[in-house]
């Protein structure tokens, strides 16, 4: 029997997955997690042989829960499906140990072809993102700004772009506040600004955040 654990904050996901996959996979039980603490709790409390997660998740960031999933249990495949487009985090997920990543907007005509490569254990490239990575193979020099943070680093802009505080973002990564600030001063150097509006002017014409 084949166990795959959805992970996305909306219900309506969360069963549409389910019907695209059911028609596809017979013998497949399915988990649910709305946030980042069910996530985690339910990858514990059993063996999945894969998670499909949402990269917004309530609690942490799916970024966040990747990299904790893939350092407590290196060999579960993840495979992120995202309202983001694929050009902005798909590299940076790969990077950091999913299995695949693919906009929800495709999801009805590949996500059972996607899973089904996963479980095999194959990775999951969209033929856009090859495409993309074919054409910008060995061209660091038009690498956006954000592509020279760190993972961590890249978390932590996403929160001051999405207006958090120093003090809020510290509480959310379990991290000191000085810690944080020698964080954004980094930040700040290497993508060229000055200023916190700065970074969210950049990360919402990049379409790394919204504006709810």
């Known amino acids: 029997m084949t166990k795959i654990l959805i992970a996305d904050d909306h219900a309506v996901v969360r069963q549409g997955v389910q019907y695209i996959l059911r028609n596809e996979f017979k013998?497949?039980?399915f988990g649910e997690a709305r946030n980042a603490e069910e996530v985690l709790d339910k990858v514990r409390e059993q063996t999945w042989n894969l998670v499909i997660l949402?990269?917004?998740m309530p609690g942490k960031s799916g970024l966040n829960i990747l990299e904790q999933l893939k350092h407590e249990y290196p060999n579960l495949p993840v495979f992120v499906l995202s309202m983001y487009p694929?050009?902005?985090?798909a590299m940076r997920l790969l990077k950091s140990g999913a299995s695949g990543y693919m906009n929800k907007e495709n999801a009805p005509e590949e996500l059972a072809m996607a899973v089904r490569k996963i479980l095999s254990g194959r990775t999951y490239i969209s033929p856009s993102l090859s495409e993309k990575l074919i054409t910008e193979f060995g061209n660091d020099t038009e690498r956006p700004l954000h592509e020279t943070l760190s993972s961590r680093e890249f978390q932590v802009m996403l929160m001051l772009a999405s207006g958090k505080s120093l003090t809020e973002i510290a509480g959310e990564m379990h991290l000191n506040v000085k810690t944080?600030?020698?964080y954004r001063t980094r930040i700040l150097e290497k993508m060229k600004m000055d200023?916190?509006?700065q970074l969210t002017s950049y990360a919402l014409r990049h379409h790394l955040i919204q504006i709810e």
């Not at 694929?86 to 985090?89: A, L």
């Open 195 to 197: 200023t916190n509006a």
């Open 27 to 29: 013998e497949v039980e």
């Open 180 to 182: 944080i600030s020698t």
């Open 86 to 89: 694929e050009e902005q985090y």
């Open 54 to 56: 949402d990269i917004k």
